[in-house]
């Protein structure tokens, strides 16, 4: 059974930053795309950056472009999402999604290809 847990959400202002991470365990293989997802009250999750398991192929939002960085620690099987230069746009819960991918250079964006999800990490920017 394929589990993934986010931590490193909080409080923090606006023009700051925070790390997020995602690690996964129950995965027999490597082979997993990672993305990262969020939700604000009241609106759909939306993606926000993924990652291929092979090939370091990422996907960013528009929307944090530049401010966001995905990235892997293959030895810890654990995803990052640094975010810097946060808005109060930015709050929501995050989460963290897994796939299985052969290819390995998937970077998948579509919400709906994602299987394994964890439970979510509240960030909250204050202006």
């Known amino acids: 059974q394929v589990q993934v847990a986010e931590s490193g959400g909080g409080l923090v202002q606006a023009g700051g930053s925070l790390m997020l991470s995602c690690a996964a365990s129950g995965r027999t293989y490597s082979s997993y795309a990672t993305g990262w997802f969020r939700q604000a009250p009241g609106q759909e999750r939306e993606f926000v950056a993924a990652i291929s398991w092979s090939s370091g192929d990422t996907n960013y939002a528009d929307s944090v472009k530049g401010r966001f960085t995905i990235f892997k620690d293959d030895a810890k099987d654990t995803v990052y999402l640094q975010m810097h230069s946060l808005k109060a746009e930015d709050t929501a819960v995050y989460y963290c999604?897994?796939?299985?991918?052969?290819?390995?250079?998937?970077?998948?964006?579509?919400?709906?290809?994602?299987?394994?999800w964890g439970q979510g990490t509240q960030v909250t920017v204050s202006s």
């Open positions: 999604a897994t796939h299985f991918d052969p290819t390995g250079r998937l970077a998948t964006t579509d919400i709906h290809e994602y299987k394994y």
